[in-house]
């Protein structure tokens, strides 16, 4: 059951979406990375402008979760010309997955 307050600005994965992110489409299973940026990463963005997305808590993140979020965020479109990283902020004591989200965020990437 995802947690999530739409009136909030920030999205912690491991307890409003789950522990266990996986996949790139919805039909690899109820987590996907198109899921989680299509219902809670975009419509935050949409309504506050900026979102921090904290990541720690979360049993690991597959390089396909992850592109298909940010990646695909970019590939959207949705926000015109904006850089995305000004969009959201990333908290995790893991400093190599920031260093991989910020790839796919680099318009050069895409």
């Known amino acids: 059951m995802m947690v999530y307050d739409p009136e909030t600005a920030v999205i912690d994965v491991a307890s409003a979406y ?3 992110p996986a996949g790139r489409h919805r039909t690899d299973g109820p987590y996907s990375g ?13 309504k506050h ?4 997305v904290r990541l720690d ?4 993140y597959g390089s396909s979760f ?4 940010f990646g695909g965020l970019l590939r959207s479109r949705r926000f015109g010309d904006a850089d995305l990283r000004s ?5 995790t004591r893991d400093r190599s ?3 991989e989200i910020e790839e796919y965020l680099s ?3 895409h």
């Open 18 to 20: 789950t522990r266990f």
């Open 87 to 91: 969009l959201i902020t990333l908290e």
């Open 107 to 109: 318009p050069l990437r």
């Open 66 to 69: 992850l592109e298909e979020v």
């Open 57 to 60: 808590g979360a049993m690991g």
């Open 34 to 46: 198109e899921r989680f940026r299509d219902d809670l990463l975009i419509p935050a963005i949409e």
């Open 97 to 99: 997955l920031i260093d």
């Open 49 to 52: 402008g900026h979102v921090t």
